[in-house]
């Protein structure tokens, strides 16, 4: 027979149910995804790096057109008059004209649009890795609060068994079958079942604030992970490594990199001559106290020719100033990937922690399950006591507890490996 207060608490419990890691799917795309959709949509991070990125698009538009020549078309009207005793004159001359200027030749024009261009490829892929962080975050955001539901579950579970079982022992104690004691042990564990369960609303509160900060909605009530959260990525810790220079992050610092080299280039060219072809051509005519005179045609063509012979050491300076922070952008890179190769590694040890720990979780709920039955057939027959069965109890929801978060370290940690590799796309993140 069973007791009324067995109900609640078994370890098969725990496997946690399908809607928990898998979901019901909307138009074939999961909660999951569009929680990491919406959370791109609204991360001001991200719409901060895809405005700098325009912005360096303009700036090669910029530095493109002064490779092409410059027209411009001009006029002016004047009006003028002298009088003096006995007469006066006035003339009003007008005057158009259409001046063309291109530059032939110029080693900082040509070089500061290729400076430019890798400049802007440094920011494109800033972008892509600002997406990667935004999703990382708002992974980690809908872990939490998974995580902080299921651990609810679980102490509101455990709290229904302690309610339970102080309504037994009171019944029990009514009939003399137990002592006045084992009633204060039951409403003690009662009392630290409610003060557990408040505190997982409080957690589940806290997760859900955090998550809506950073997607910028709440959580769906479906919310789920994909239905492997915690299987292998597939790949030895090797092959993982060698994908580190795939990251956008190093990509943009190898850009950024680039830039330096064409920067350098850039500030030598400043000791390069400078040749450029400029022409104008006009017309003007007037009308005198004579009458209208003749409009007067002009044209001129100039090609000019500047070679930089001093400069008070400047150019130097700036060549200088270029090497040095070139110097800096390749310690970064080389910095970056240090710090790239040590995340994947970590993230790869945790996810293997995880696994471990899921195994072992999973035994000692079996064990616990185990313990649990026994005391309760022994608590029945009178040779084990109320405290022995409320600590049984415990013990399950204890392992129980630590198997749901140690189910949820491993999903958070493949989604860090899968970041940390340069993987931490929308698919992959939601692939089952």
């Not at 005793?85 to 004209?97: F, Q, R, T, Y």
């Not at 400076?115 to 990382?136: D, I, P, T």
Request: aromatic residues 4%.
């Amino acid at each position: 027979m069973k007791s009324p207060w067995r109900k609640g608490l078994t370890w098969s419990a725990l496997l946690l149910s399908p809607l928990l890691w898998v979901g019901e799917c909307r138009a074939g795309e999961s909660p999951l995804a569009v929680a990491l959709g919406r959370a791109l949509t609204t991360s001001p991070s991200l719409q901060a790096a895809e405005l700098g990125y325009a912005a360096k698009k303009e700036q090669v538009r910029q530095a493109a057109a002064k490779l092409f020549p410059e027209v411009a078309l001009g006029g002016s009207k004047s009006v003028t008059g002298a009088d003096w005793e006995g007469g006066g004159a006035s003339s009003d001359p007008v005057a158009m004209e259409l001046s063309l200027g291109q530059s032939l030749y110029s080693g900082p024009l040509k070089r500061s649009l290729d400076y430019y261009r890798l400049l802007a490829s440094a920011a494109e892929e800033e972008v892509a890795s600002a997406r990667q962080a935004v999703l990382l975050k708002a992974a980690g955001a809908a872990v939490a609060t998974l995580e902080a539901r299921e651990v609810l579950r679980l102490a509101g579970s455990y709290l229904e068994v302690t309610e339970r079982h102080l309504v037994a022992t009171q019944a029990r104690f009514r009939v003399g079958e137990v002592t006045r004691t084992d009633v204060s042990q039951a409403e003690s564990r009662l009392a630290a079942a409610r003060a557990q369960r408040i505190g997982a609303e409080n957690a589940l509160a806290v997760s859900r604030a955090a998550f809506e900060e950073v997607v910028g909605a709440p959580a769906a009530a479906d919310l789920a992970l994909p239905a492997a959260p915690v299987a292998a990525v597939g790949e030895k810790l090797t092959e993982l490594k060698a994908r580190v220079d795939g990251r956008p992050d190093l990509r943009a610092a190898k850009a950024s990199l680039e830039a330096g080299r064409m920067k350098v280039a850039l500030a030598e060219a400043g000791h390069e001559p400078v040749l450029s072809l400029s022409s104008t051509l006009g017309r003007s005519w007037e009308t005198q106290v004579v009458g209208r005179v003749d409009p007067v045609d002009s044209y001129n063509m100039t090609l000019a020719l500047s070679v930089p012979i001093y400069s008070g050491g400047g150019t130097t300076a700036a060549v200088a100033q270029a090497v040095a922070e070139r110097d800096a952008l390749g310690a970064n890179l080389e910095d970056l990937r240090r710090q790239a190769l040590l995340e994947v590694e970590k993230a790869f040890l945790d996810l293997s922690g995880a696994r471990a720990r899921m195994e072992a979780n999973q035994s000692s709920v079996t064990s616990a399950t185990q313990a649990r039955d026994g005391v309760e057939r022994e608590y029945q027959v009178g040779t084990r006591t109320s405290l022995d069965l409320l600590d049984a109890q415990h013990e399950l929801f204890s392992a129980e507890t630590e198997l749901a978060r140690s189910r949820f370290a491993a999903a958070l940690a493949r989604f860090q490996l899968l970041h940390a590799s340069g993987r931490g796309t929308v698919e992959e993140m939601t692939r089952n």
